[in-house]
């Protein structure tokens, strides 16, 4: 597409910036993605749930919302990216399964149908039977369990290596270099160097506030672990497990390649990324009680990631100041991609309107 709308410097290369940089040069911004690691950080940490509606809280109203929102973007925003960057980002709609192992992990299940029922959103509770049907993996004597059919997930490095693809199809460069500071039309790099253009999207996630450091977002560790299944295992998960182990909460999600990422810590540790053995073996734990046969699954890969986070769990986009800001979606960063990248493009047209 011919540039009709100006030169678009996006400052981030996760999913969040990646998206945004995506849709917007399919509106006919001229865009050049800034960042020093693309595709690192806590998108490359992330399990890729896409559930609005399993991790709905009653004090959330407003997240519930842009969640729903864009998890009803979601089929169309990832055929899309497939037909565009030729390969697949890894969407699957399988519903999520959420257990409850003891009697009081199913009082919040419980609880959380009741919840589910007043906002009219789809979810069924199953059997032991409907389980050794439909999900024969999961450990027989768990408490209670309910099918939400209307959350589903992504695989985020396959995700990631769609939206790269697409950047380099459509010929959209990406500068490795870090930040220092941004106006409405110029970044300016760390070393001296800047890149002039008509408009700026700071998307950075956490780093977001090495650039504008007044933004309400702080840094929200979480540790992960990816297995693969193997011979003697089979596929042992159809559908997304969200579990809750003895008042902690573990999820567990399949990939269509036979991994199958365990996750995910919640620490306040600030800009510490280390992998520890604590909380990866409560991870473990909790996950071997629900699935018993992932024992018998390699151990791939251990890692840890920030999650951009505000007080409130809301993300922010805004034009602030004549800067686009999109950051602060915490655990929510691949559900709410589109939605951002919709609502950004939005903003953009309000500094720079098509012609």
């Known amino acids: 597409m011919s ?83 030729g390969q697949s980002c890894g969407f699957r709609e399988d519903g999520t399964l959420v257990i409850g192992y003891d009697r009081d ?26 389980r050794q049907v439909n ?68 998307c950075a996630g956490i780093d977001s506030i090495g650039i504008i450091p007044e933004l309400p977002v702080r840094p929200v560790k979480g540790q992960i672990i990816r297995a693969r299944t193997g011979e003697r295992t089979g596929e042992l998960l159809t559908h997304t497990i969200r579990a809750h182990v003895r008042g902690r909460s573990v999820y567990l999600v399949p990939r269509r390649n036979g991994e199958i990422v365990i996750g995910a810590s919640v620490e306040e540790r ?26 018998e699954c390699e151990l791939v890969e251990t890692w840890a990631g920030l999650r951009p986070t505000t007080p409130n769990n809301m993300p922010i986009v805004e034009n602030r100041d004549g800067v686009v800001i999109a950051t602060g979606h915490g655990r929510n960063g691949f559900l709410l991609s589109p939605w951002t990248a919709a609502t950004v493009n939005g903003l953009l047209d309000e500094i720079r309107p098509a012609s």
């Open 3 to 85: 540039d009709t709308r100006g030169t678009l410097a996006v400052v981030g290369a996760g999913v969040i910036g990646l998206s945004v940089a995506w849709r917007a040069q399919q509106a006919g911004w001229a865009v050049t993605v800034i960042d020093s690691h693309p595709s690192r950080g806590a998108s490359w940490a992330a399990a890729g749930m896409l559930a609005p509606i399993t991790e709905a809280h009653p004090s959330e109203p407003g997240l519930l919302r842009i969640g729903l929102e864009s998890a009803a973007m979601w089929p169309e925003f990832a055929a899309d990216l497939n037909h565009e960057s």
């Open 105 to 130: 992990d199913a009082e919040y299940i419980r609880r959380l149908a009741e919840h589910l029922r007043e906002w009219n959103l789809a979810a069924e509770p199953w059997t032991t039977a409907q």
């Open 135 to 202: 999900a024969p993996a999961i450990a027989p004597m768990v408490a209670a369990s309910l099918f939400v059919p209307g959350d589903h997930s992504i695989d985020n490095r396959s995700m990631l290596g769609a939206l790269q693809a697409v950047t380099d199809r459509h010929d959209v460069p990406i500068l490795r270099s870090r930040v220092r500071s941004v106006t409405p039309t110029s970044v300016e790099l760390v070393g001296g160097d800047s890149f002039e253009c008509d408009a700026v999207a700071v």
């Open 270 to 295: 600030g800009r510490d990324t280390s992998v520890t053995i604590g909380p990866i073996s409560d991870l473990l734990e909790d996950a071997r009680l629900i699935v018993p046969g992932i024992d």
